[in-house]
């Protein structure tokens, strides 16, 4: 009976937690250079020889007169779109 009253304190922490206790550890980049393209969907950055390509949506904070040409800059994050097993990796299965 108690290792049930345990078991439920821990998934109610859990789910108050939520996504933001989570969220909270991704960590953030930021990259400073000229906006070389600008569109509603992503935004260029140019640093010296590479060019930062980042997704943009409604909820991206822009400045309201951000334009090409302009000294930015971009605070990101990394996220995974996908994941793929390749065949003769030594991965647990388990984990997987």
């Known amino acids: 009976m108690r290792m049930n009253r345990r078991m439920a304190v821990l998934i109610a922490v859990a789910l108050l937690c939520g996504g933001q ?3 909270a550890a991704v ?3 930021q990259v400073t250079g000229p906006v070389v393209e600008l569109t509603d969907k992503m935004i260029v950055v140019q640093k010296d020889d590479e060019r930062f390509e ?5 909820n991206t904070k822009v400045s309201p007169n951000v334009k090409v040409g302009d000294k930015v800059t971009l605070h990101y994050r990394m996220n995974a779109t996908a994941v793929e097993a390749k065949p003769g990796g030594q991965g647990n299965s388990s984990t997987q």
Do not use: L, P, S
Request: proline letters at 0%.
């Open 27 to 29: 960590k953030t980049y």
């Open 21 to 23: 206790g989570w969220a």
């Open 54 to 58: 980042v997704a943009r949506d409604e």
